[in-house]
């Protein structure tokens, strides 16, 4: 069986990028992605604004929903502080897996953790399982109609504290209407769109950073 557009990207970066040196782990996947074949990594421009809202929150507990390969975590987890880790959470045993490998290759292995299963799910055992208490930024990037239940959720289970900053991707394309209308009705949420463009693309896109007002 011939392998998988997620084992080509790994192949790609074990074999190219500089063990334990995050950012030409990011650069292989860039390259490859807009040169070779397009995946859905949060990519160098949209990066650049999740990097300047992770510097923000500067956050002990970092949290995503959508590993994927695992391209936004390294972003995330290479400008944590020291004791900070970065809870990642992908349902998909094929993508973990790639995922896991190439975060090791980063060498990022010890401030991210991996969790596989549904956010759903996983949200309400955070506290119990994780020793999660408060979540300081949250990146939500899995199924766009995933974006506002899981956020009411991540409210109702107590993880946002004043301050705790979410950030959101494909605001544009392919979109997250019900989550847009939901957070900027939201009186706790103080809210700000960042235009951009589709990783790799031409096509607009933007994100949208939403700040906890308690
Ligand atoms: O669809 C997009 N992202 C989805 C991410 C899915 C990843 O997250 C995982 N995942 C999904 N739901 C959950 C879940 N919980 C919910 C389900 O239970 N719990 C845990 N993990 C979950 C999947 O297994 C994948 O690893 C997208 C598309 C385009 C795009 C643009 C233009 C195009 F032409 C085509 C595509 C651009 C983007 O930047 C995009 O992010
Ligand atoms: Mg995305």
Not at 116 to 139: A, C, M, N, T, W
Request: net charge negative; with cysteine; aromatic share 10%.
């Amino acid at each position: 069986m011939d392998q998988s557009k997620e084992q080509r990207i790994l192949n790609s970066v074990s074999y190219n990028a500089v063990k334990g040196d995050p950012e030409s782990v990011l650069d292989c996947i860039d390259n490859y992605c807009s040169q070779k074949e397009w995946a859905m990594n949060v990519g160098d421009e949209k990066g650049v604004i999740l990097d300047k809202v992770v510097e923000e929150a500067d956050p002990t507990i970092a949290l995503e929903f959508g590993t994927y390969v695992g391209y936004s975590a390294i972003r995330i987890a290479r400008l944590l502080k020291p004791n900070a880790r970065l809870l990642t959470i992908e349902f998909n045993p094929e993508f973990a897996s790639i995922a896991r490998e190439i975060i090791e290759i980063a060498g990022l292995s010890e401030k991210i953790t991996i969790i596989e299963g549904h956010s759903q799910d996983i949200i309400p055992q955070l506290r119990e399982k994780y020793q999660v208490d408060k979540v300081d930024f949250v990146f939500l990037d899995h199924w766009k109609e995933r974006y506002c239940p899981d956020t009411i959720l991540l409210e109702e289970c107590g993880y946002l504290k004043k301050g705790s900053i979410l950030l959101a991707d494909n605001i544009v394309y392919p979109g997250a209407p019900d989550f847009v209308k939901y957070i900027r009705s939201h009186k706790s949420f103080d809210c700000t769109n960042y235009p951009s463009h589709l990783e790799y693309m031409k096509v607009e896109d933007a994100m949208e950073k939403a700040v906890y007002m308690g």
